[in-house]
């Protein structure tokens, strides 16, 4: 009997043992969790379409990221991380790779996590953030005849050239505050203000006396005139500064009177690193009179904007690239007839302060005032067809009417920057609505009338600064509200 059992328990164990071995040879598979841990859209992976990151929220397995209003969400490429990086990501059966793979987010998208037998769906929803608001950020005591804004590529932040009787004077958003510094200790006028890639700035100044131009610039925290031979500039008529290839061009219209022989000609001052070369031409330009030179740098081209005072009036375009000039416009006059009437005529516009503005395909878009009309003129980069942008603003008045500014978002959202009527020159931003292919409802800005002064530019990350100069108000000669100048700034939505 002892033996029976014996032989049973031994069975029992051999096949316990088999049992066991069966076991470690099976695939047991990856221990890790099918699970997404990070989702987000960077600008980076997406420059077409955005100017900061996104990072979206994961709550159980819905995610969701806010974008701002109007991002094209067609082909938007997600950035992700799984807890296991062999985990596989697809998207309707197509295999997802982080930072390379394009998606339309219009509507929620299910994103499968699959590693080994285990399976997650996770539902991506992209949403809007809300518009984002301008604000004040900056308010400074000052007296001006006239302002520049421009943008220190440096550091995103806006920077200003003011002059006024007594001082010319540059300026810089710190924090809250404009802190500014004295260029010189006389009167100037007509300002021009450039800032080269490296946050070096330029500003050029009239100076009455000498019936000269004169540049000066910062180096080593010290601001010296480094050029002082620019002829005459006319009144109310640029200049212009820009940096390309390394040289630093200044175009001012000429209104030397005696001798007579360069009068509202477009000078070109320029300098290499080394010299500067006054009182140069435009290649290829052969009109005599003009007014309102406006340069503008955009992937390694400089546009320049040139206002034909003849009748009709009309505009040029010239470009610059490589150290080569071209005429893009030869002149433009905008019609005012119906195409084939005879005699054909054209809308006048006040020779006074025009803008352009430049997108990332080269379209060009000009702010100009026709008949005191605010509106926007695009030039379509491949056929250089003309054709108006939106509705014209009906014309707030001679006066209030005869400027508008226009700026262009790093993703290519137009603004448009104007006063609201003859009497009130309250100033409002209206900007392109995608859908309606019209102006928005304006934005009022200012709650005092604004003078001619006005400037709108954006950074590259996406925010917009907006500078005004209001004069000062007195009663019986006593001055009852001082001069000065505001600073509004529209931020990325967060």
Not at 262 to 278: E, K, Q, S
Not at 367 to 380: A, F, H, N, R
Not at 442 to 458: A, G, L, R, T
Request: glycine share 8%.
């Amino acid at each position: 009997m002892k033996k029976y059992l014996s032989m049973i328990c031994f069975l029992g164990a051999l096949f316990t043992a088999g049992c066991s071995d069966d076991k470690t040879g099976e695939e047991e598979g990856p221990t890790g969790e099918a699970k997404i841990t990070a989702f987000s859209f960077k600008a980076e992976n997406n420059p077409d379409y955005l100017v900061k990151d996104y990072t979206g929220s994961i709550s159980g397995t819905a995610i969701s990221v806010r974008v701002p209003a109007d991002t094209d969400l067609s082909a938007l490429v997600a950035t992700f991380e799984t807890a296991d990086g062999e985990s596989t990501v697809t998207v309707n059966g197509t295999t997802q790779i982080s930072g390379t793979t394009a998606n339309d987010f219009s509507d929620p998208i299910d994103y499968l996590v699959s590693l080994g037998k285990k399976n997650a769906l996770y539902t991506v929803t992209v949403s809007e953030l809300p518009e984002a608001v301008w604000t004040k950020v900056g308010e400074w005591e000052q007296d001006a005849s006239a302002i520049r804004l421009e943008i220190d590529p440096t550091d995103n932040l806006p920077c200003l050239a003011v002059t006024n009787e007594n001082a010319v004077t540059f300026a810089k958003l710190n924090g809250n505050t404009i802190t500014s510094e004295t260029v010189v200790n006389r009167k100037g006028q007509y300002p021009g203000l450039g800032i080269d890639n490296s946050g070096q700035p330029y500003i050029f100044f009239y100076e009455s006396e000498t019936l000269s131009g004169t540049v000066a610039s910062k180096t080593g925290g010290v601001w010296a005139e480094v050029c002082n031979t620019i002829e005459r500039s006319a009144n109310q008529a640029g200049p212009t500064i820009a940096a390309i290839d390394g040289k630093i061009f200044v175009f001012t219209v000429n209104d030397n009177r005696n001798p007579n022989t360069r009068r509202r000609l477009i000078d070109v001052a320029t300098y290499d690193g080394n010299a500067w070369t006054t009182t140069g031409d435009i290649p290829g330009r052969n009109i005599a009179r003009g007014y309102w030179p406006i340069a503008r740098t955009k992937n390694g081209t400089m546009y320049l904007f040139v206002l034909n005072p003849v009748s009709p009036n009309s505009f040029s375009i010239y470009t610059y690239k490589g150290g080569t000039w071209s005429t893009l416009i030869e002149e433009y006059a905008y019609p005012s007839s119906e195409p084939g009437t005879e005699p054909a005529t054209y809308h006048s516009f006040p020779l006074y302060c025009p803008d352009m503005q430049i997108d990332d395909e080269g379209n060009i878009y000009l702010g100009i005032c026709y008949e005191y009309s605010p509106q926007v003129l695009k030039i379509d980069a491949k056929t250089k067809e003309i054709n108006r942008v939106g509705s014209a603003i009906p014309s707030p008045g001679n006066t209030a009417g005869r400027t508008c500014r226009i700026a262009i978002s790093p993703i290519g959202k137009l603004y448009m920057v104007y006063r609201n009527s003859e009497d009130a020159k309250l100033l409002q931003v209206v900007s392109l609505d995608e859908k309606t292919k019209d102006w928005t409802t304006p934005v009022q800005i200012s709650s005092e009338p604004v003078f001619d002064e006005f400037e709108c530019k954006f950074t590259k990350d996406g925010t917009a600064y907006l500078a005004y100069y209001v004069q000062e108000e007195k009663n019986d000669d006593v001055v009852t509200a001082p001069a000065k100048i505001c600073l509004y700034k529209l931020a990325t939505a967060e």
